[in-house]
């Protein structure tokens, strides 16, 4: 079994600045690739961000790219989420997930997800 605990939330102008954590706990991962999804009110989750924890090969999307950048802390067993010049559209529960495997995008084919934390970005 996988625990995963976000942290680092809040609200925060736009353009301003929020690292998001990922704390993982219950297995080795070196084989997992882990992720950063977000779900705004009314709206479908959404893939931010990923990993591929051995090789630290990342990916991201559109709206996020040159903005945000995914890491990982292989000795604390934690990812990153830095979050740049945020915009009120960045408004959302953050959520981290893992997976068996690469890194992907598809929200389905993760197995293992936290309780989320809020991001709210005032204009």
């Known amino acids: 079994q996988v625990q995963l605990v976000e942290s680092g939330g809040g609200l925060v102008q736009a353009g301003g600045s929020l690292r998001l954590s990922c704390a993982a706990s219950?297995?080795?991962?070196?084989?997992?690739?882990m992720g950063w999804f977000r779900q705004a009110p009314g709206k479908e989750r959404e893939f931010v961000a990923a990993?591929?924890?051995?090789?630290?090969?990342?990916f991201y999307a559109t709206s996020v790219k040159g903005r945000f950048t995914i890491s990982r802390d292989n000795a604390k067993n934690t990812m990153y989420l830095q979050m740049n010049s945020l915009k009120p559209e960045d408004t959302a529960v953050y959520y981290c997930?893992?997976?068996?495997?690469?890194?992907?995008?598809?929200?389905?084919?993760?197995?293992?997800w936290g309780q989320g934390t809020q991001v709210t970005v005032s204009s």
């Open positions: 219950g297995r080795t991962f070196s084989s997992y690739a």
């Open positions: 990993i591929t924890w051995s090789t630290s090969s990342t």
């Open positions: 997930a893992a997976r068996d495997g690469v890194a992907i995008s598809l929200a389905t084919r993760y197995n293992y």
